[in-house]
């Protein structure tokens, strides 16, 4: 005797019934796989150092440093390469070691701006701003400082190189570091 097509549905357990399929469009995988090949073309633009922070297996860190060393349609198609591993692997502590890479970058760029605007006002400004440095960085030469910040308005007046102006940037940006 033949089943009927309503005793098909009886031979599958019922959690088979419950599961729910996703479907994934085309453009979906497509974009996906563009993403991780984008992550892997920064991996690539990495120099060796920070590539030692970020999170990488063996295979992949070796691809990575194939496609350093490889030209034109090669490292195209070497990225393909790298952005397939990606798919196979998981992605999050990699992003979030890139995230922390940049953003240390950032944060330098931020600092640096903020050094070269103590600077300037060291230069124009009078003994508060001097005082504003010494909260700031507790190891400060008072002296060192003045003079460079005397050689500085010197140099300046004379239309000089900026010798101490360059000077001044440079022991803020040690006292900086050093803290």
Known sequence: ???????WLNDYPAEEEEEEIIWVSKSE???DAEALKKLGTELVELSK???ERVPLDED?????ELAQKIKREGRRRQLQFIGKLLRTRDVEPITTALDKLKNRHNQQI???HKLEELRDKLI????DV????VTLFPQTDRQQ?????????KEKAANKPPKSYRQIFQYLRDMAESD
């Open 1 to 7: 005797m033949a089943k009927q097509p309503e005793d």
């Open 29 to 31: 995988i497509k974009r």
């Open 49 to 51: 150092s920070a590539l």
């Open 60 to 64: 992949l860190l070796a691809a990575i």
């Open 110 to 112: 931020t600092l640096l």
């Open 124 to 127: 124009d400004g009078n003994d």
């Open 130 to 133: 001097i005082d504003e440095v």
């Open 145 to 153: 400082l003045r003079t460079l910040i005397r050689n500085a308005k």
